[in-house]
């Protein structure tokens, strides 16, 4: 009788056990699932570019999540390793891996709203999804030969070697608390700064603001600009602004007039040694001539494309949009 009720005591906790894997295998399929989505509207949008996606990325990991075999978990255990060893590697490092598939919501629309603890949970859910599943790989095939939990002690130790052979110099860490309190300090003193020196309205600089999010734990700094072909400027970003356009032959032969806004906003940084994390946007990039508009799109250092609409009611400019394509070192403009 005691036997007996031992196993249904063990079927039953296996049961559940199974239910559970289930359960967080449909939750991660789902998550990559919306990732696959937001990425395919991003790419249809112009925001991002196909060698800058996971799009296959994603649905290869949910093949080998749902089709279990020798040879995928194989597979799925080599991805893993690969993407714990490439988070770590690229912590100090201002662009989107390969690996890091939530990276590309950065730049999304809806991200700006997010609060600092969504905006983390973002940046480390990589690290989560590769740890946890290769840990749980690993229990499942080394079950009755290992203690999970030694293996699972193993692994994590194996993680902090790769992250701590990375540089000697710089440690690379998950944000922790301590982290947002050095933010708060570093933007109190930044506040200060600002008040007591504010930026002067002139020599191209049309607005100048600051936004803080109700946490405290968002800081975002906002300028206007804006140019008037034929006159002289050493204002670094209009400087800037200008040779980026000329490297797409984007300069009007004619007078015109720039404008554009430049967001830099900072949040804190996972790392312990800095005290803050900066993103640069470039944003509403206009050019104007008496004959036509262009608005440009600016995604990552380059630009994607551009609307070009007419300056006057009486132009002869037609309403059009363009894809700005790199093939090798020639730039091909496209009309959508």
């Known amino acids: 009788m ?61 093949f080998l999540i749902l089709y279990r075999s020798k040879l995928t978990d194989l597979l799925l255990f080599l991805i893993c390793v690969y993407g714990i060893y490439v988070f770590f590697d690229s912590t100090d490092k201002s662009y989107v891996t390969s690996m890091d598939i939530t990276g590309n919501l950065q730049l999304h629309s809806f991200y700006g709203s997010l609060g600092g603890i969504s905006r983390r949970i973002i940046i480390i859910y990589p690290l989560f999804f590769y740890l946890g599943t290769l840990i749980a790989l690993s229990t499942a095939y080394c079950r009755g030969r290992l203690r999970a939990a030694h293996l699972n002690l193993v692994l994590i130790f194996c993680c902090l070697v790769i992250a701590g052979c990375q540089s000697q110099e710089k440690t690379a860490a998950i944000a922790f608390p301590e982290q947002d309190e050095i933010f708060k300090i570093w933007l109190r003193d930044t506040l200060d700064v600002i008040k007591k020196h504010p930026d002067r309205i002139g020599g ?72 803050s994390d900066y993103l640069f946007e470039l944003q509403n990039i206009i050019v104007r001539t008496v ?37 090798g070192r020639k730039l091909v403009k496209r009309k959508k």
Not at 19 to 28: A, G, N, R, S, T
Not at 234 to 253: F, R, S
Not at 295 to 310: A, N
Request: charged share 25%.
């Open 2 to 62: 005691f036997g007996f009720l031992l196993v249904m005591i063990c079927n039953k906790s296996n049961y559940k056990l199974t239910i559970l894997i289930k359960l967080v295998k449909l939750l991660l399929i789902g998550v990559f699932l919306i990732l696959e989505f937001i990425e395919i509207e991003m790419l249809s949008n112009d925001r991002l570019s196909y060698r800058e996606s996971h799009i296959l990325l994603m649905p290869l990991i949910v």
């Open 204 to 275: 191209g600089l049309v607005k100048s603001e600051v936004k803080i999010a109700e946490d405290s734990l968002l800081f975002d700094e906002i300028k206007t600009y804006e140019f008037n072909a034929g006159t002289e400027t050493g204002n670094k970003e209009i400087l800037n602004v200008i040779a980026l356009l000329k490297d797409y032959d984007e300069v009007p032969k004619v007078d015109y007039q720039l404008s554009f806004v430049v967001q830099t906003s900072f949040s804190p940084s996972m790392v312990p040694q800095l005290k």
């Open 291 to 327: 004959e036509t508009i262009s608005e440009y799109d600016y995604i990552r250092g380059r630009l994607s494309g551009k609307k070009v609409s007419p300056g006057r009611k009486d132009s002869n400019q037609k309403e059009g949009t363009y894809d700005f394509l790199w093939q």
